[in-house]
T-cell receptor, first 116, second 111 residues
Framework: DGGITQSPKYLFRKEGQNVTLSCEQNLNHDAMYWYRQDPGQGLRLIYYSQIVNDFQKGDIAEGYSVSREKKESFPLTVTSAQKNPTAFYLC???????????????FGEGSRLTVL | KQEVTQIPAALSVPEGENLVLNCSFT??????LQWFRQDPGKGLTSLLL?????REQTSGRLNASLDKSSGRSTLYIAASQPGDSATYLC??????????FGAGTTVTVRA
């Protein structure tokens, strides 16, 4: 089945460590996104990518890094520079070509990161 | 900067009642608006996507309307069921990449 797979589902990190969250999609979507969700707030955009080997910062990119070496994959690294990394992280993708589903965003199941 | 507001933050209704969820946005120059459902600890599931040229979209018991000029969208869920209990979020797209999300309305349908 087509979809977006995020792993791990739960992750615990000690302060000062970098961690990488995986996001893989088999929907053949061009654009991929990382969002952060905190209780009582709307989703906030961390990074996005519309094409392989290219990505842009979103609203809260500080302390995060990404890569886009393959169309299917968009991993997110939460670095030790991120001051408050405990959150629920969501990966999303959407097609960019014209069509009935242009613009529709699809999400993975999320990864919950807790800093101990 | 686009601001998206969903009021109320939480709603509790008895089973069978119709649900009305509101979403308002400050900048009417949008490409589309999307409604999502989120279960606790899960990702977002797309419910309906309304393009800026459309007034409404329907899927089963769900109907979403869009009034761009007044900056409002409403999601109607007919004959609610306990399985409809979830958080419902709306998001507006006003750029090639930019989606702005509301904080959501958490719905509880009482059996």
């Amino acid at each position: 089945d087509g979809g977006i797979t995020q792993s791990p589902k739960y992750l615990f990190r000690k302060e000062g460590q970098n961690v990488t969250l995986s996001c893989e999609q088999n929907l053949n979507h061009d654009a991929m996104y990382w969002y952060r969700q905190d209780p009582g707030q709307g989703l906030r955009l961390i990074y996005y990518s519309q094409i392989v080997n290219d990505f842009q910062k979103g609203d809260i990119a500080e302390g995060y890094s990404v890569s886009r070496e393959k169309k299917e994959s968009f991993p997110l690294t939460v670095t030790s520079a991120q001051k408050n990394p405990t959150a629920f992280y969501l990966c999303a993708s959407r097609p960019l070509k014209a069509g009935a589903n242009t613009g529709e965003l699809f999400f993975g199941e999320g990864s919950r990161l807790t800093v101990l | 900067k686009q601001e998206v507001t969903q009021i109320p933050a939480a709603l509790s209704v008895p089973e069978g009642e119709n649900l009305v969820l509101n979403c308002s946005f400050t900048d009417s120059a949008i490409y589309n608006l999307q409604w999502f459902r989120q279960d606790p600890g899960k990702g977002l599931t797309s419910l309906l996507l309304i393009q800026s040229s459309q007034r409404e979209q329907t899927s089963g018991r769900l109907n979403a309307s869009l009034d761009k000029s007044s900056g409002r969208s409403t999601l109607y869920i007919a004959a609610s069921q306990p399985g409809d209990s979830a958080t419902y979020l709306c998001a507006v797209r006003d750029g090639d990449y930019k989606l702005s999300f509301g904080a959501g309305t958490t719905v509880t349908v009482r059996a």
